[in-house]
């Protein structure tokens, strides 16, 4: 069993920045990928950003340049840098992690982008 549990969220304006952190219940390097899932209401929960164990990232075409996903290993922790933020940016942010085909969820945290 693998806990995450995150931190950072809240409200923001239109053009801030924001951190969100990820911290895990075991070594970060026994889960084959981390990342952040995001869902809006009404809509689809949908990937933004993932890091697996040989550093390779993926990011969602809407976060490219604005978003940067980071780890560091001595806290088991993993970082969302989001920067630029819109509008659409408005959602619950969920950490995921996954161990083989298993998967593990954070709380989700509340990020809100005011004009």
């Known amino acids: 069993q693998v806990q995450l549990v995150e931190s950072g969220g809240g409200l923001v304006q239109a053009g801030g920045s924001m951190r969100l952190s990820c911290t895990t219940s075991?070594?970060?390097?026994?889960?084959?990928?981390m990342g952040w899932y995001r869902q809006a209401p009404g809509k689809q929960r949908e990937l933004v950003a993932s890091i697996n164990n040989a550093s390779i990232t993926n990011y969602a075409d809407s976060v490219k340049g604005r978003f940067a996903i980071s780890r560091d290993s001595a806290k088991n922790t993993v970082y969302l840098q989001m920067n630029s933020l819109k509008l659409e940016d408005t959602a619950v942010y969920y950490c995921?992690?996954?161990?083989?085909?298993?998967?593990?969820w954070g709380q989700g945290t509340q990020v809100t982008v005011s004009s």
């Open positions: 075991r070594n970060i390097f026994s889960l084959d990928v």
């Open positions: 995921h992690g996954r161990v083989v085909i298993m998967n593990y």
